[in-house]
């Protein structure tokens, strides 16, 4: 990998953001995390993001955009892919992180419902995602036996379980081979060093300043009175 300083911009909340952030730690990558504001946005960010979204990767002059993309760029310009070397297998799993993508904007769709109706149905649709993963996994880790990057796509969703769970069972415990393997990827190393220890606790906090159904559900269970 060339010498060139490495800048993540950044939102502490963005699952996104910490997908490349688990592999800059797992790889060993130094960089600098830049946090901004996404309800106000820095001239200087918008005049380097198309899409006007986090994260995006600085290299010296040159900029990524989409995790995914920097993801793949920061494994392929490093030793030790963390993807498999078949090809075939690599192709299912860069689609499995498509997927993971895809239940993250389910989740955040979840979390932000305002009414009983649509907050219903995000969770079954989030429940069915957990369905198609319970039934791929081939543990201890997505893949077998080695973190890859399928792995650091879906790891930031499971640190809003731990906040789902404080407030009430929304039946997560359903896919017990998803359960381990939340275990699993919270217990690795690079993931840990990712988040902080007091991080579910600050997602609740955000929680209770939006006027969202499961706001509600968690005032009404004194959660957030804690």
Not at 115 to 138: A, C, D, P, Y
Not at 171 to 183: E, F, I, S, T, Y
Not at 206 to 214: F, I, K, P
Request: net charge negative; with cysteine; aromatic share 12%.
């Amino acid at each position: 990998m060339n010498n060139l300083p490495l800048e993540l911009v950044s939102h502490y909340f963005c699952p996104f953001v910490q997908r490349a952030v688990i592999l800059l730690l797992e790889k060993e990558i130094p960089y600098q995390l830049t946090h901004i504001d996404l309800a106000n946005k820095p001239d200087w960010f918008l005049e380097i993001s198309p899409l006007g979204k986090v994260p995006v990767l600085k290299l010296g002059s040159e900029v990524l955009f989409e995790s995914s993309v920097i993801c793949e760029y920061l494994d392929e310009v490093t030793p030790g892919s963390l993807h498999p070397q078949d090809s075939l297998e690599k192709a299912k799993h860069r689609a499995w992180i498509e997927f993971a993508s895809s239940t993250l904007v389910v989740m955040y769709d979840f979390l932000n419902a305002h009414t009983e109706k649509v907050f219903e149905q995000k969770h079954q649709e989030l429940m069915g995602k957990l369905t198609w993963i319970e039934r791929s996994l081939n543990t201890p880790y997505f893949g077998g036996k080695s973190f890859s990057l399928v792995d650091a796509a879906f790891a930031p969703m499971f640190y809003y379980f731990d906040a789902l769970d404080e407030i009430a069972d929304f039946g997560l415990a359903k896919a017990p081979k998803v359960n381990d393997w939340r275990q699993i990827l919270q217990s690795h190393p690079s993931v840990q060093r990712a988040f902080s220890e007091d991080y579910s606790q600050k997602l609740l906090l955000l929680l209770d300043q939006r006027d969202s159904h499961l706001s509600r559900l968690a005032q009404q269970s004194k959660v957030l009175s804690k």
